[in-house]
């Protein structure tokens, strides 16, 4: 199956550093989703980005496709960015009933200093 | 709008016991789906629904565990004889998705099993 990967796992930050996580992946992908994960287990849509780039406030995001890579940078970063960060694929051209799952990387754990 | 709720929250089960797991997708979305995540782990996809239609169980770990969605809507996941091994966060995700058309999935808060 698609093989993702994520880096750093680990990652600790003073209060107002920017930061870049990354996801790898071994196939060619028709959805990339980003989560922040919460300390209360709730998965937080960040992005949906299959392609190209996206902003949202501090965050942003870009997909190379062609490349089979996601960059996710997280600017100016609070304390309350800290939390688990997945980043999650789904297979193109899966065929039949493999069709719909999204298959997650190991996370990179954000913690965020005062 | 409301997001995908999950209940219960927490669950402790004897070893042994059956549990149901039920979820609320958002509504009017036509696919939902199940994922298990182990304690440090990414979510793990267990079962997917087009409508009522159960499309994919190519994730569930054993024949202990069975998913149904009879209305399209609500789905239930049970657990029959719970093992220790099954403890873990359960997330339910929905998306408005079609059979040719990807859309983002959206996840309820999980439901966390223990098995004691």
């Known amino acids: 199956g698609i093989q993702v990967e994520q880096s750093p796992p680990d990652l600790i930050l003073q209060e107002g550093a920017n930061s870049t996580l990354r996801c790898n992946f071994s196939?060619?992908?028709?959805?990339l989703q980003w989560f922040h994960q919460n300390p209360w287990g709730q998965l937080i849509n960040l992005f949906y980005?299959?392609?190209g780039t996206k902003q949202n406030g501090r965050l942003s995001a870009t997909t190379v496709a062609t490349e089979r890579y996601s960059l996710l940078y997280i600017s100016s970063s609070q304390t309350t960015d800290s939390g688990v960060y997945f980043c999650?694929?789904?297979?193109?051209?899966?065929?039949?009933?493999?069709?719909?799952?999204?298959?997650f990387g190991q996370g990179t754990i954000l913690t965020v200093h005062p | 709008g409301a997001g995908v709720s999950q209940s219960p929250r927490y669950k402790v089960a004897k070893r042994g016991q059956d549990v149901a797991l039920r979820c609320d997708p958002i509504?009017?979305?036509?696919?939902l789906f199940w994922y298990q995540q182990a304690l440090g782990q990414g979510p793990e996809f267990l079962t997917y629904?087009?409508?009522?239609?159960?499309?994919?169980k190519s994730g569930l770990p054993s024949d202990r565990f069975f998913a149904e969605r009879p209305e399209g809507s609500v789905s239930t996941l049970k657990i029959q004889r719970t093992q220790q091994e099954d403890s873990a966060v359960y997330l339910c995700?929905?998306?408005?998705?079609?059979?040719?058309?990807?859309?983002?999935?959206?996840f309820g808060p999980g439901t966390r099993l223990t098995v004691t």
């Open positions: 980005i299959p392609s």
């Open positions: 995700a929905s998306s408005p998705r079609g059979r040719t058309i990807i859309y983002e999935q959206y």
């Open positions: 999650a694929v789904q297979l193109a051209n899966a065929g039949g009933t493999s069709y719909g799952k999204l298959t």
């Open positions: 629904f087009q409508n009522e239609a159960q499309l994919d």
């Open positions: 196939d060619s992908v028709n959805n």
């Open positions: 509504s009017g979305h036509v696919s």
